[in-house]
């Protein structure tokens, strides 16, 4: 029998031949990896034994918790008939339950489903639908090729994900690969690029918006947003109305709304789909994350009747949507994908969010007294609490800092896990979290962002006063 690598060894081998994401390797081999072996509902079990609640869902993919029974059995089962078969001339079961169950449960008005394997190839499939639509449906207006996307928006890594996206930490390298695109200014109400407050302001960002759209709607394709929350951006919260003046503006201007639920589908919201808070169907709707409960790839784009009906033809004619992965409909995907949609009504899972919904909320109160603490932004189940350096000012921490890095090791100390995006402390339990482990979570990020912030602060004012101070 073969015996089981230890830490040690499993260290080595990853500092000797893995290349983490989003990772700076030469710091990362300076210490020891956490190496995750087992999980159970909401917490990651290390593999020395250690237990941590798991506060961002693993990448914000988990839903129902880890190694819950009923998604299990469902890749048992399906393992027990086939792992894999193509879609390409071919169909299988559970991707056609799959489309089923979508669509019975996305925003009325979409009906068709496209596979694919992740959050990017969802975007991608989406934006190469919309311009093919566009030749197919108005061939006067093949000019209709570009996409508008918000400021600071992640859409995914894959280029035309990149081209679409605002993050230029991440994409700045890569823009002489991507396709030229429009930008508007997020609703970024804490950092208003318009200087204005919330309501006073009466939206006003949507005006931008409005203005790209009536000079260059001729030449757009699509608006692509992630519809309420901009979760990459450190969970930047739209105001109340902005996604339907959103729909609203693209049916006027005859251009395709394309929502990005990647990060605030399934349950996340408190609602399946975040759209579904404001009655709003989007034209086209990317899925992924949370699709398969966190147990594998699996990307969907949801489309109208309208932008389907426009790929048929006869053969000749060229109409078909000539693209597709290999695992597109995979079957062990679809099927825990079926059980994790009907957990969502076997569980009550969405009526019993709502009460942690509103205790996440009260737990949160006392961080904002925090004189680091600038803003605190929820929806749902998802949170972001931006660190600055003042708070009268909003003057932010310099990146190089690393606050929200510096606080994540501290609550992985304390038994939490958390992976935060710059100065922004990022939580999205898993939906199965309780209310004690909530109070639980919050109370150690209360805890890690004092002993950060706080006590350096402490540490300069006493040293000023000349008092020594151990820091």
């Known amino acids: 029998m073969t015996r089981r690598p230890t830490t040690a060894q499993l260290t080595r081998w990853d500092h000797a031949h893995l290349w983490h994401p989003f990772t700076q390797m030469q710091e990362w081999v300076q210490e020891p990896p956490l190496i995750i072996t087992r999980g159970q509902g909401p917490y990651l079990i290390d593999s020395e034994g250690r237990r941590y609640l798991d506060g961002v869902s693993s990448m914000w993919v988990n839903v129902h918790g880890h190694r819950h029974p009923w998604l299990d059995q469902a890749l048992r089962r399906q393992l027990g008939l086939i792992a894999h078969s193509t879609l390409l001339g071919l169909s299988n079961p559970p991707a056609i339950r799959l489309a089923r169950e979508l669509i019975r449960m996305a925003p009325r008005g979409l009906t068709r489903v496209f596979f694919s394997d992740n959050g990017s190839t969802a975007v991608e499939v989406a934006l190469k639908m919309a311009v093919q639509y566009w030749q197919q449906r108005a061939p006067q207006a093949v000019s209709k090729r570009t996409f508008l996307h918000l400021s600071q928006s992640y859409h995914g890594d894959t280029v035309g994900a990149v081209s679409v996206g605002g993050m230029d930490l991440f994409h700045a390298r890569f823009r002489s690969l991507c396709f030229e695109t429009l930008t508007a200014d997020a609703p970024y109400c804490y950092r208003c690029p ?26 757009l394709a699509g608006v692509i947003v992630e519809p ?18 959103l729909r609203k503006l693209c049916t006027t201007y005859g251009v395709l709304l394309i929502a990005d ?7 996340r919201t408190g609602r399946l789909f975040a759209c579904q808070h404001e009655g709003v169907t989007p034209d086209l709707m990317a899925l992924s994350k949370g699709l398969t409960g966190g147990y594998l790839p699996l990307g969907a784009t949801l489309a109208t009747e309208e932008i389907y009906s426009a790929f048929l ?3 000749a004619e060229w109409k078909t949507f000539f693209h597709g992965h290999s695992y597109t409909g995979n079957p062990l995907g679809c099927a825990v994908a079926l059980a994790n949609l009907d957990l969502f009504r076997r569980e009550r899972r969405l009526p019993k969010l709502q009460p942690k919904i509103r205790a996440l909320r009260r737990y949160l109160k006392p961080l904002a007294e925090r004189p680091h603490v600038g803003d605190i932004r929820q929806c749902g189940f998802m949170v972001g609490i931006e660190l600055v350096k003042d708070r009268d000012t909003r003057a932010a921490y310099p990146l190089e800092d690393r606050i929200g890095h510096r606080v994540a090791r501290v609550a992985r100390d304390l038994g939490l896990l958390i992976r935060p995006l710059g ?4 939580l999205m339990p898993p939906l199965i979290m309780s209310l004690a482990d909530v109070n639980r979570m919050v109370t150690i990020i209360n805890r890690a962002i004092a002993a950060v912030t706080e006590d350096a602060t402490t540490a300069t004012t006493r040293l000023r006063k000349g008092v020594a101070h151990a820091t």
């Open 194 to 219: 318009l200087t204005l407050t919330y309501p006073d302001c009466r939206m006003a960002c949507v005006e931008p918006v409005e203005r790209i759209l009536a000079e260059r709607h001729a030449d």
């Open 423 to 426: 100065n922004v402390i990022v």
């Open 313 to 315: 033809g006869n053969f």
């Open 261 to 267: 639920e990647v990060a605030t589908g399934f349950g």
């Open 228 to 245: 309420l929350v901009q979760a990459a951006a450190g969970i930047v919260t739209a105001p109340p109305g902005y996604l339907t003046h």
